[in-house]
């Protein structure tokens, strides 16, 4: 009887616990990528300093820098860089205008005038009120950018922590669970998983960058490290990614009346850029964790819509613990029949 009771509160201890924590689960989940991925860093770091604390700070400092450089200089170039589109829309009505002019004279073309005509009105009418629309949703925007830097804190105060402690959090688990060859291969999926999706992830936007940035070079848009840099950031986001580069560049170039240069950046970005991260990703994670390719593009696509961006880390993991669960389970099975 007494262990009924101790159980029915361990029961609602647990659900409770998980609430508490439930607004944080993203956080967690960065934290835990964070400490897997930048842990063999800390195990050296401590052979210098000898002491758990001013390493795990290190480390933290060390990672705090390679996210904080690119994410300075992407809006350093995308400060400049709209600067000189908004300078130059002036030029880009003009060359639009022109071609509308054009078709205009074109006897057979005539029917299309209207719809030219609104056309014009309303993609200019966008481009010219976009810092209305920034300032006056100013607010949701800062609400937004205080969520990602709250979210940011607590994922290094969890890596933190994890680094520090990994040893003492991984016992606590391990000494509630029998099956301890099952719980380490379990945990040997999970990092395996998060490194093979953090290195997928990190080379698939290397290589989506210089091929984005060669189609850029081809077409005669240059600064080719400046597109290498703003796609390989890019692919980061999720479904949109790279098209919000490449995208309105090849708006601009068949507003600028190079259709031909237009459509071949056109097709370059679907076939050529998105082809690296619909195939080269789950072909570089599936070689690390041996989980089919398709399966792994399906899995990091529906837990992107599911989870948002953070499916990206998500998905490989419930993917790769299924699996291993799966195996384990069928291995019990076999032997008890032996």
């Not at 240059?222 to 597109?227: E, G, I």
Request: aromatic fraction near 14%; glycine fraction near 6%.
């Amino acid at each position: 009887m007494r262990s009924s009771i101790i159980a029915f509160f361990l029961f609602l201890a647990t659900i409770a616990f998980f609430a508490i924590m439930l607004p944080f689960w993203k956080s967690i989940v960065w934290g835990i990528t964070i400490a897997i991925v930048f842990y063999p860093l800390f195990e050296k770091a401590q052979k210098i300093f000898k002491n758990k604390n001013i390493s795990s700070i290190v480390i933290i400092f060390v990672v705090l820098v390679i996210i904080a450089m690119p994410i300075t200089l992407a809006i350093y170039i995308m400060v400049n860089e709209t600067e000189k589109f908004l300078q130059n829309i002036g030029q880009i009505k003009l060359a639009f205008s022109t071609i509308v002019a054009k078709i205009h004279s074109i006897s057979k073309l005539k029917i299309l005038t209207p719809y030219l005509d609104k056309l014009d009105q309303a993609l200019f009418s966008v481009l010219q009120n976009t810092g209305v629309l920034i300032t006056k949703n100013v607010g949701v925007i800062f609400s937004q950018t205080y969520n990602i830097v709250a979210n940011f804190i607590f994922s290094f105060i969890i890596a933190f922590y994890l680094i520090r402690d990994n040893e003492k959090f991984l016992n606590y688990i391990s000494s509630m669970i029998d099956d301890k060859e099952s719980f380490y291969r379990i945990l040997k999926s999970i990092r395996d998983s998060i490194n093979a999706t953090v290195l997928g992830g990190v080379l698939t936007a290397f290589i989506q960058g210089i091929v984005g940035a060669v189609g850029f070079l081809i077409v005669g848009l240059n600064a080719f490290f400046m597109w290498m840099f703003l796609i390989a950031l890019f692919s980061f986001v999720p479904l949109v990614g790279t098209a919000i580069i490449w995208v309105p560049a090849a708006v601009y170039l068949f507003i600028d009346g190079h259709i031909l240069k237009g459509i071949f950046l056109s097709i370059w970005g679907v076939v050529a850029i998105g082809m690296v991260d619909n195939y080269i990703r789950p072909i570089i994670i599936s070689s690390k964790i041996n989980i089919h390719p398709m399966i792994l593009f399906f899995g990091i696509l529906g837990s992107i819509i599911v989870f948002g961006p953070i499916g990206i880390i998500v998905g490989p993991v419930i993917i790769s613990v299924a699996d291993v669960l799966v195996k384990t389970y069928v291995e019990n099975k076999s032997k008890r029949y032996r």
